[in-house]
Nanobody, 110 residues
Framework: VQLVESGGGLVQPGGSLRLSCAASGFRFDDYNFGWFRQAPGKEREGVASITNDEKTSYLDSVKGRFTISSDDAKNMVYLQMNNLEPEDTAVYYC?????WGQGTQVTVSS
């Protein structure tokens, strides 16, 4: 199993980023996926998840701003993040069935 995140970067408050997670090594459409994040000095927290039948759930603080989606044909999972806030600054991780990617840094700062 391999998960590779990309799309992080530095963005101003109110800006947007789209994170991508490329998955390989397993039957993609059998599994549920999640995005987690970890800010400096804080515990890792779940941000969003999507089931294999595309039911989604979100951390309360990102509802209405973040959208998780998947593309079974491309074995990709995405996290569209809009109206970003400084509190969203963290390393973001893609996860499936106990496997984790290496993470991608998101920094929201003016």
């Amino acid at each position: 199993v391999q998960l590779v995140e990309s799309g992080g970067g530095l963005v101003q408050p109110g800006g947007s980023l789209r994170l991508s997670c490329a998955a390989s090594g397993f039957r993609f459409d059998d599994y549920n996926f999640g995005w987690f994040r970890q800010a400096p000095g804080k515990e890792r927290e779940g941000v969003a998840s999507i089931t294999n039948d595309e039911k989604t759930s979100y951390l309360d603080s990102v509802k209405g701003r973040f959208t998780i989606s998947s593309d079974d044909a491309k074995n990709m999972v995405y996290l569209q993040m809009n109206n970003l806030e400084p509190e969203d600054t963290a390393v973001y991780y893609c996860t499936v069935s106990g496997y984790w990617g290496q993470g991608t840094q998101v920094t929201v700062s003016s």
